[in-house]
């Protein structure tokens, strides 16, 4: 007999066939030499695997994972070469395949087919053949061609084959019908205890169940079908789909075999819903705050969003046998869960819209009036005015629509909402109402922990928050069947003191009522969150695979739940899919320009022109413009921003303003807010197109760069050295964009005027100065041109999509997966919007592109410290986000690597990162500089397998016996892990602990509270701000600890820190638009203030445009923004557009600017004055604040006097005094306001 050695590392393959072996072998059937062996991915090649192989006959192996990259299978392979044995690798999924030798096709075949049908009977043969091939007996029994796929129900005597057969069986045609995708191994093995209950449960709840096994991967050869073949078989009747919702238990994703297609998905047309399956043990993921690990996310959540997947909740966990064997058991209460959830997707496809009740949901952060519909780069007012009158005409029960978006806000405001000091007896009275012991009932069905914890934070049911005589309050203004609400403060502002002790703080029972009587009382069929984004799917539980004491999972419960969202947020839009069960309809950015100059810039910009000129026609001039120009930059406050050497020639200091002020001009701000649904027309169509344009898009090169070209410029020549002079033209190399940029214009007009018809392109090749240009200039705008026509424009126009998809999935439609990320960062294939967006597989990070550019930012931090400090840095500190690394594919990441001096190893083929190799410090040309991040809890959610690698990678360099001036992290582990001895830590413990160098929040828990902390005015010292940002961020991550609490170690990294960063790599948002870019790069550098007596250097990384990595201090860029869009009058203008949500982002930027002066000192007296004068004391903008949002303006002045009272700023008497006048009237005003309410 044959010695047959088989190995794997899939738990129910390796137990069946050991199964199997050991049957033979007690036949007398196998040789007792033949073996099986286990593997898992850590699996170590050693001597033992020598001699178990070396008189082996033949290897049979199927292996799981991401590759043959593993050191098991770098030794495996040469060896079972050199000794000639036979193989048969089967390594589907990988690159690799198959790997064969020494095994004739026919005989191949025959083993394949065996494996592939599966079940005891062809495993035993699989064994039997694969002795015969040596032996010469292969008269073994064929395969048994078992079913492929059938429909199971446990009441069946036999599977089904035949829908029409099982229908009239099982399913009562006047109820909805669930589909349910399973893998056929668990019928092969009969492991269909959670089917059944999945079954049961959904007919339990009125529905008929349609429970299909299947392969995901077709073997057309062997008559196993596509999965496209099986929805036109099992879920299809006369090829329309007879299922309302498709419910799938498969991992990975149906895509990604090649046996699904999305064309396929879209024409079916039925809501996805993803149901885990999961490989860990109950109690394990019970008691886990992780949820699910690194390895589920990626397969059983992040691949299934690639095809529109609607996540869903575990519905059963895997138990290993004692045999080895796999059972899925079933999670009851998830099942029902999901069950529900499924239900009210297929109430959508089935109910009329005329009975239909929908909850709108508003953000509304802080909770003020001056802030209904927060949400970034969306007139979430005007876009839901408009989502109303397309319900209206869809059928649904709307009884008004407001005019404009003034009355709808005046409409919301004279009902109940969250801004309680404001709310009058009468609208208390009509406010909707959840009664207390509704409440309590409610309350009481919850976990005895979720109970315990609600109680300790927020006292006895129904608490303090939002009550009103024992009832909760329901903000909101019913309109018809449509209820227009704001979402319920998240509790922070409640109780301030919570944000220094409790990050882990339940949401208010008001918060999780509210839920209740909008599902269960009110009766709601779904929700529409409202932009970017809310609190829901931040609240406390666990990172992915929710269980019932995740609030997320408590205040949604099984309501639908869609969800219109930037496309750039990446990763906070995943969290709401992974967490909040969301159906995104991402939605395009807000219109953007160049920023051109204004005011003293433009003055000033006149007169360093004219200087320039004059250097050559008119020297004798130049000393009257030299003072001209200083006093011009005295007066635009730029004096500190480039350095005047009177030892150097004027023309040094002229061309340096001149490069700074081109960079202002060329900077893309925002003129606008996007409106969801609405293609973008006239003025703004143009600015789209020239902000689509203005980078490379892949292959099709960038519109200003040709363009230069065609003066035979390089365009970031043409930037960097503005203020020479182009002697054709006799203009400087400014003017000279200027030109470009007209240029560009006039072939956006062109193409508009036109139609975007691609056959009249030869109008343009008709221009004169297009005629003189090369051949290669004419073939490179005319790529431009067709790109435009072809792709940009029709994508832009189908933005209409946006509001049209967020009806489709009212109506429980399939809405279509779509890329996210920048569309102006060189990604305008990212259109069009309107799609339910994913990311990208982490696994893959950072890719080789990231790499270089990550090696780029890394550079340029160590230079920039060098040119400021004189010396390498030691430490550094980078903020980590999981969206940046998404959308940049882990430049952030790569730059962590680089600067210890570590890059990645990827796989060929899949390119996915598989491990780490040190960077030699004879190549590296300079020390490993010792980084720290703080990772946001999304980053901790969404990249566990990330996060690992940077901490593997900060151990490697380590213990690098390396020079320890050459190697800081060396350097810093060998004094700290001593310091830790001392304290009484073994030698191993104190090294492991002083490594420790990914910090953020703990398991369950978001953000980092400095926010919240300065929205509360709850703070005095920046050691206040210090104390918060390391309360919540001083988890430590790495190996097997997820989240330890080691503040004296956080405080000592943030102590030591020579640099902090945080990279962008996009401009449609920005440091002053959202409080989050503060709350981890600014409460870093507060930390580090107050524990190091010192502050930073602190940096911006911006890796927007590729091709021109920079790179700026924390306080140039805030003062670039400034000039370039808060005080731009063409940014003011276009806010002023948009009435109410206009004046509340404006006032927004106000707060938050102050924010990182607190945090920061990034703010100057002049800067505070421009924003009283440009925002508050302005007549035609005050004017305007008073009519569409007097609220923001009362908040602009409060927030303006408060930087004043604490010392940020020294304002003028004059302006204070006009800022507390324009706070009082304002108080008043509202208050009448109020007094018509009553």
């Avoid at 050199?82 to 589907?92: G, V």
């Avoid at 446990?154 to 069986?169: E, G, N, Q, R």
């Amino acid at each position: 007999m044959s010695k047959v050695v088989f190995l794997s590392n899939v738990d129910r393959r390796f137990a069946m066939m050991k199964v199997a072996l050991q049957q033979l072998q007690q036949e007398n059937l196998l040789s007792n030499d033949s073996v099986c062996v286990k593997l898992s991915d850590n699996t170590v090649w050693n001597d033992e695997w020598q001699k178990l192989l070396e008189d082996a006959d033949i290897l049979l192996l199927k292996w799981m994972g991401a590759g043959l990259d593993t050191h098991f299978f770098k030794k495996l392979l040469p060896f079972i070469k050199k000794h000639q044995l036979r193989y048969y690798i089967d390594a589907a999924g990988t690159e690799e395949e198959e790997l064969v030798s020494g095994i004739e096709k026919n005989d191949l075949e025959k083993l394949k087919a065996y494996a592939l049908y599966s079940g005891m009977k062809n495993y035993r043969n699989l064994f039997l053949y694969a002795n015969g091939i040596l032996t010469g007996k292969t008269d073994i029994e064929l395969p048994d061609p078992m079913y492929w796929s059938a429909i199971y129900h446990p009441k069946a005597k036999t599977v089904y084959t035949d829908l029409a057969a099982y229908k009239k069986d099982f399913c009562d045609a006047a109820k909805p019908t669930i589909g349910i995708l399973f893998y056929r191994d668990e019928w092969v093995w009969d492991d269909l205890v959670y089917q059944t209950a999945l079954i049961e449960e959904i007919e339990r709840q009125g529905m008929n169940a349609v429970c299909v096994f299947s392969n995901g991967m077709p073997v057309l050869e062997l008559g196993m079908p596509s999965l496209i073949k099986i929805f036109e078989d099992y879920f299809c009747e006369n090829g329309v789909p007879s299922i309302d919702v498709f419910i799938n238990t498969m991992k990975f994703s149906l895509t990604g075999a090649r046996s699904m297609t999305l064309d396929f998905l879209k024409k079916f047309n039925v809501p996805v819903l993803q149901a885990y399956t999961l490989l860990t043990p109950y109690e394990n993921w019970r008691d886990d705050f992780e949820g699910m690990n690194a390895m589920e996310v990626s397969i059983s959540v992040t691949m299934p969003e690639f095809e529109g997947a609607i996540h869903g909740v575990p519905i059963a966990n895997k138990k290993l046998l004692e045999n080895g064997d796999v059972r899925y058991l079933p999670i009851n209460e998830r099942i029902v869960r999901m069950v529900n959830k499924a239900r009210k997707w297929a109430v959508l496809r089935r109910k009329k819209n005329a009975d239909k009740k929908v909850a709108i949901i508003f953000h509304n952060y802080p909770p003020r009036n001056s802030n209904i519909g927060s949400a970034v780069g969306l007139d979430t007012i005007e876009s839901i005015r408009l989502v109303l009158q397309a319900l209206r005409e869809r059928g649904y029960k709307v009884d008004t629509i407001p005019e404009d978006g003034k009355e709808f806000i005046n409409e919301l405001t004279a009902n109940a909402t969250n801004d309680r000091a404001l709310l009058t007896e009468k609208q208390l009275a009509a406010a909707n109402k959840l009664s207390g012991a509704d409440y309590r009932k409610f309350f009481e069905l919850q976990e005895e922990g979720v109970k315990a914890q609600l109680v300790k934070d927020w006292g006895e049911a129904p608490g303090e928050v939002m009550n009103y005589d024992d009832d909760l309050l329901i903000p909101g203004t019913m309109n018809g069947n449509i209820f227009v609400t704001v979402q319920p403060p998240r509790g922070f502002g409640e109780d301030p003191s919570k944000i220094y002790h409790s990050p882990f703080c339940a949401p208010t029972h008001h918060y999780l009522g509210f839920y209740h009587w909008l599902r269960d009382i009110w009766q709601a069929d779904a929700v529409v969150h409202v932009g970017t984004h809310g609190s829901l799917e931040w609240l406390p539980g666990k990172n992915a695979g929710l269980n019932n004491t995740c609030y997320p999972d408590i205040s949604l419960g099984d309501l639908p739940n869609i969800y219109p969202y930037l496309i750039t947020i990446t990763g906070e839009g995943i969290q709401a899919k992974r967490r909040g069960a969301a159906c995104l309809i991402e939605h395009l950015p807000p219109p953007m320009t160049d920023a051109g100059v204004y005011d003293e810039l433009e003055e000033l910009e006149k007169l360093m022109d004219e200087y320039c000129h004059f250097e050559t026609t008119q020297p004798e001039n130049l000393e009257k413009l030299q003072s001209l120009i200083l006093e011009k930059v005295v007066q635009a406050n730029l004096q500190d921003e480039v350095f005047f050497d009177e030892e150097k020639p004027f023309n040094d200091y002229v061309m340096g303003l001149h490069n700074y002020i081109t960079d202002l001009k060329n900077m893309q701000v925002r003129i606008g807010l996007h409106i969801l649904g609405q293609p973008p027309q006239d003025e703004n169509l143009r600015e789209y197109l020239m902000l689509l344009t203005r980078l490379e898009n892949g292959d099709i090169p960038s519109l200003m760069q040709v363009l230069a070209k065609h003066y035979g410029f390089d365009y970031y020549d043409l930037l960097e050295n503005s203020g020479l002079i182009y002697e054709p033209l006799n203009i400087t190399y400014g003017a000279l964009i200027d030109k470009l940029r007209a240029r560009s214009r006039n072939i956006i007009a062109l193409l508009i005027e036109h139609g975007f018809d691609e056959e009249k392109l030869y109008n343009l090749e008709n221009l004169e100065w297009v005629c003189d240009g090369s051949s290669e200039f004419k073939l490179a705008l005319k790529q431009i041109c067709c790109y435009i026509c072809n792709n940009i424009y029709p994508n832009l126009m189908l933005t209409s999509q946006e509001r049209e998809n967020l009806l489709r999935g009212l109506e429980g439609q399939y809405i279509e997966p779509g890329p996210s990320g920048a569309p102006s960062s060189g990604g305008a294939d990212l259109l069009p919007t309107g799609r339910n967006f994913y990311g990208i597989d982490p696994r893959n990070l950072p890719t080789p592109a990231a790499w270089e550019i990550g090696k780029t930012l890394g550079d340029q931090v160590i230079e920039r410290y060098i040119s400021e400090e004189g010396r390498y840095p030691e430490s550094v500190g980078i903020v980590l986000w999981s969206g940046a690394n998404m959308r940049s594919h882990g430049q952030c990441v790569a730059e962590f690597l680089y600067l210890l001096g570590v890059r990645p190893q990827w796989q060929h083929g899949s390119q996915r990162v598989i491990g780490l190799e040190v960077i030699p410090l004879m190549e590296l040309k300079r020390p490993r500089i010792d980084v720290t991040a703080r990772i946001s809890g999304l980053f901790r959610d969404t990249m566990p397998s990330v996060m690992n690698l940077l901490d593997k990678a900060v151990l490697l360099v380590g213990e690098l016996e390396e020079d320890e001036e050459q190697n800081y992290v060396r350097k810093h582990l060998l004094v700290d892990s001593l310091e830790l001895e001392a304290e009484g830590l073994t030698k191993e413990d104190a090294w492991r602990q002083a490594a420790f160098r990914i910090f953020g929040d703990e398991q369950g828990v978001y953000g980092a509270g400095i926010a919240a902390l300065l929205e509360a005015k709850n703070w005095e010292s920046i050691g206040d701000i210090a104390e918060v940002y390391v309360r919540w961020g001083a988890h430590a991550y790495g190996g097997k600890v997820k989240g330890k609490f080691l503040p004296q170690q956080f405080r000592k990294r943030m102590g030591s820190l020579d640099v902090t960063i945080k990279n962008e790599d996009n401009h449609e948002t920005n440091m002053l638009s959202s409080d989050d870019y503060n709350a981890y790069h600014g409460g870093m550098i507060a930390a580090v203030r107050s524990i190091k007596g010192s502050a930073p250097r602190s940096y911006c990384g911006d890796s927007t445009d590729k091709s021109k990595v920079v790179m700026h201090s924390v306080q140039e860029e805030a003062k670039r923004i400034f000039r370039s869009e808060a005080i731009n009058p063409k940014f003011i203008e276009g806010m002023m557009k948009h009435g109410y949500k206009g004046a509340a982002d404006m006032a927004n930027y106000i707060a938050h600017s102050f924010q990182w002066d607190a945090t920061s000192a990034v703010m100057e007296d002049w800067m505070y004055e421009k924003y009283a004068e440009k925002y508050t004391f302005d007549p035609k903008v005050q004017e305007w604040l008073r009519d569409v949002n007097p609220w923001a303006l009362q908040r602009m002045a409060e927030i303006l006097l408060e930087a004043d009272q604490r010392g940020l700023w020294q304002a003028k008497p004059e302006t204070k005094a006009e800022l507390q006048k324009i706070y009082l009237s304002v108080e008043g005003e509202l208050e009448e306001r109020s007094d018509e309410h009553s």
